[in-house]
């Protein structure tokens, strides 16, 4: 009997220990289909799988990771935020720092701006040399900027929305070209695996009030079964530059990951037929190059890609448009604009600014819109948020703006819109102050004597080492500037008789900055006999009634002798000291020597060599007023006469 349950015992452990092999088995093989999935960017059944994976108790940092992550590229922000929580809480071991960035970032759509901070704080604790947590450590107070920038802008809103995706407008004749994956006519097989979306086509419509207003599509030959998407025509209107899938004879294109990348392509209108369709040749099978802008003169094309040199997930670029049609190199827009997350769709406004959406920058969360001065070729550091109601806790894309009637259109997702992505309409009431003005303030001294200079001369001076401006210090040796931030400046502080000092000022935030300048001399100009401490302008020596110790007071003095002799080391002193008339002649002269022994031995215990050292006493002989002996005098004026003197020797 007892053997008979042993083998039913040992039976039914395996059976047991059987079914949780081929469940661990099964949950595998669904986590490696899902995997799969998420490698070829097919998000949304991606997630489908993980969270039949979670729902039956399986769960691993790894698909913490991939899970949150497909949320947070399908602008679920909510989800993302609940996974990127529960990865944080379980497996803190096992994050990495762009997943603190990126549950700071879905915090922050949520509004709980607290812990967002607190989660950047972690990411810049954990990253050494990231722009992100650069900006963030120097814009801590970046709500309160935002908030500055916010109200410029009164909301419209844009009647040919859908129940669908409806976003990158661009401006076309009387109207605007945008993007949407409204009713294309397409089978479900052709629905895009990211987010289980139709895919994307071009439409216009006329939006002036004299015209039919009809959505209808922009042409046969330029929609395809794949994405199409943002766009951008030249002003005559002849020409098109788009986004759209990697599409061949027909047919879709994937690189050696299986994943259909993105391209530019160009167009140009013949008939009203959109004809000669090519792509750009410096798209890539590899990498995706989309979202293209025009500069003012049409003389250079901007975009965003994720190609080789690129700093994050993807950043924005420009390329040449030479005169024949062909095209230059493309060329990274460097770390002052794009970071280490997304930087995307770009525009450029008539008067030159770039305009472009960011979840690297500091913002309200998801992808916020920014703008920056671009000027000579530069492109300014001072990258500003444009603020609300344009900028949300949302996605805040594909920016447009028409400067002659300060009107534009941008897309978000917004939960407040009617389909997945939304466009609106707006009109700038305030235009978004570029100018970037830094003061200045500071005082000049004697870095020795640390008295004030008065009427020394504060010079800025740009990067070509052009003086730009320039000030004298006032009566209390102080001095004030207001500096253009925009660029980076050498603020130099001179005056005759000193070596100059400048201290130089990167391009910055605009914040009012302190710079003291503290000057050296630049030699000592005395002869035989001059006293020291008169040339530096120094306090004189003063000593207590009958004493013969350095007062606290008087150290501070003495020490800057022994800063002018460390400068200086060929420099030799003779301390003289005295005293005042009270007393017997002999007790003052024998004080006073102690008054110079007493100061000599100072400043050898402080490092000066003691042959470069001399002291002599010389009682009551040297007054410096009429207070000599039987003459009444105040105890201020008494005091006048028990000093020490330094007088050079060589």
Known sequence: MIKKSRILLIFLFSLVATNVFAQVVKEDRLV??????????????????????????????????????????????????????????????????????????????????????????????????????????????????????????????????????????????????????????????????????????????????????VVTKLGEHLNTRLHESTSITTKDGAAIYFTRNNFKDGKYVKDEEGV???????????????????????????????HPSL?????????ASDMPGTIGESDIFKVTINEDGTYGTPVNLGSSINTEARETFPFISSEEVLYLSSDGHPGLGGLDIFATKISDEKY??????????????????????????????????????????????????????????????GTVRDKISNNVLVGATVKVIDENNEEIMSTITDSEGNYSLSLDCNQGNFVRALTQGYVPSEEYL????????????????????????????????????????????????SEVEVEKVIAAMEKYPSL???????????????????LSQKRAESTVNYMIAKGIAEGRLQGEGFGEIKLVNQCANGVKCTKTEHELNRRSEFIILE
């Open 32 to 213: 490696t289909k899902a995997n799969e999935r998420y490698e070829n960017y097919s998000f949304s059944p991606a997630i489908d799988i993980y969270k039949r994976v979670l729902d039956k108790g399986y769960v691993s940092a790894d698909l913490l990771k991939k899970l949150g992550n497909s949320y947070y590229f399908n602008a679920d922000y909510d989800a993302a935020a609940d996974t990127y929580k529960r990865l944080v809480e379980e497996y803190a071991s096992s994050v990495t720092p762009e997943y603190y960035f990126r549950y700071s970032q879905t915090l922050k759509t949520l509004g709980d701006y607290e812990n967002s901070n607190a989660f950047m704080s972690k990411f810049v604790e954990a990253t050494s040399d990231d722009n992100r947590a650069k900006a963030f450590k120097d814009e801590k107070d970046y709500l309160e900027d935002i908030k500055k920038n916010s109200g410029r802008y009164d909301l419209e809103s844009f009647e040919y929305n859908s129940p669908y995706s409806d976003f990158a407008p661009s401006f076309y004749k009387e109207g605007v070209i945008f993007s949407s994956d409204r009713d294309t006519g397409n089978l479900a097989r052709y629905r895009h695996t990211w987010n289980s979306k139709d895919f994307l086509d071009l439409y216009k419509v006329n939006t002036d009030s004299s015209s039919m207003n």
């Open 260 to 290: 259909i990348r993105l391209k530019i392509f160009k167009a140009t209108l013949q008939d009203g037929i959109w004809i000669n369709i090519a792509e750009l040749p410096f798209n890539s099978d590899k990498y995706s190059v989309a």
């Open 572 to 590: 030799k002193i003779k301390v003289n000291s005295h005293t005042d008339s009270r007393g017997k002649d002999s007790y003052n002269l024998w």
């Open 295 to 303: 500069s003012p003169d049409e003389k250079t094309l901007y975009f």
């Open 506 to 553: 990167e391009r910055s935030d605009a914040k009012p900055k302190i710079i003291d300048f503290y000057l050296e001399r630049d030699t000592v100009t005395a002869g035989f006999g001059d006293d020291l401490a008169k040339l530096l302008q120094l306090s004189t020596i003063y000593f207590d009634f009958d004493k013969y110790n350095i007062r606290s007071d």
């Open 380 to 441: 300014d550091r001072v990258i500003f948020n444009v603020g609300e109601p344009v900028n949300s806790k949302m996605d805040d894309f594909t920016f447009i703006f028409n400067e002659e009637n300060r009107k534009g259109y941008f897309a978000s997702n917004r939960p407040e819109g009617i389909g997945a992505d939304d466009i609106y309409g707006f009109v700038e009431n305030t235009p978004l102050q570029f100018e970037c003005v830094q003061e200045i303030t």
